[in-house]
T-cell receptor, first 113, second 109 residues
Framework: DVKVTQSSRYLVKRTGEKVFLECVQD?????MFWYRQDPGLGLRLIYF???????EKGDIPEGYSVSREKKERFSLILESASTNQTSMYLC????????????FGSGTQLSVL | GQNIDQPTEMTATEGAIVQINCTYQ??????LFWYQQHAGEAPTFLSY??LDGLEEKGRFSSFLSRSKGYSYLLLKELQMKDSASYLC??????????WGAGTKLIIKP
């Protein structure tokens, strides 16, 4: 079965801390994505990557960075966590660049205090 | 701007039929996805439509009208396990997904 694994289900961090969210997929997918999901809003794309060492900004990249050193791993970094970054973070992957369905991880609920 | 609209919440009875509507406005269009998300879980793919018409997949069907910018997800013979949020997402001309806020479906016995 296809699997996207996010390293933490729940995280609690302090304002100003550097936070790493890890995502690993085992499907040899080219594309990986980071979204945040907030109540009453659609999924918002933070960053995505179509290849190793490649990254593209999504709709809300401010305050975030990413790293993709290996094809299967895509990390989201909050350089200095702020309370408005409290959210559910979802990682996803897909095979092709066009109309391909996404496979999602179970999410990381991040609380920044 | 680009926009997806779907109802925030719907309630239906076990065994019944429910239709969840989605309207979209995008810069170009390359298809529409429906995903199901149970509380606390990952969204999972349900359907993809790019041509007008109805596509049936077991108890679930998805319809698209490109001229009207409209889609619906039809769930038949509702079961308690269908209680979930249903996310509509349209693919724009750059193959970027535009997501609706999701419809929370509550099934009552």
């Amino acid at each position: 079965d296809v699997k996207v694994t996010q390293s933490s289900r729940y995280l609690v961090k302090r304002t100003g801390e550097k936070v790493f969210l890890e995502c690993v997929q085992d499907m040899d997918h080219e594309n990986m994505f980071w979204y945040r999901q907030d109540p009453g809003l659609g999924l918002r794309l933070i960053y995505f990557s179509y290849d190793v060492k490649m990254k593209e900004k999504g709709d809300i990249p401010e305050g975030y960075s990413v790293s993709r050193e290996k094809k299967e791993r895509f990390s989201l970094i909050l350089e200095s966590a702020s309370t408005n970054q409290t959210s559910m973070y979802l990682c996803a992957s897909s095979f092709g660049r066009e109309a391909e369905k996404l496979f999602f991880g179970s999410g990381t609920q991040l609380s920044v205090l | 701007g680009q926009n997806i609209d779907q109802p925030t919440e719907m309630t239906a009875t076990e065994g019944a039929i429910v239709q969840i509507n989605c309207t979209y406005q995008t810069s170009g269009f390359n298809g529409l996805f429906w995903y199901q998300q149970h509380a606390g879980e990952a969204p999972t793919f349900l359907s993809y439509n790019v041509l007008d018409g109805l596509e049936e997949k077991g108890r679930f069907s998805s319809f698209l009208s490109r001229s009207k910018g409209y889609s619906y997800l039809l769930l038949k013979e509702l079961q308690m396990k269908d209680s979930a949020s249903y996310l509509c997402a349209a693919l724009d001309s750059n193959y970027q997904l535009i997501w609706g806020a999701g419809t929370k479906l509550i099934i009552k016995p």
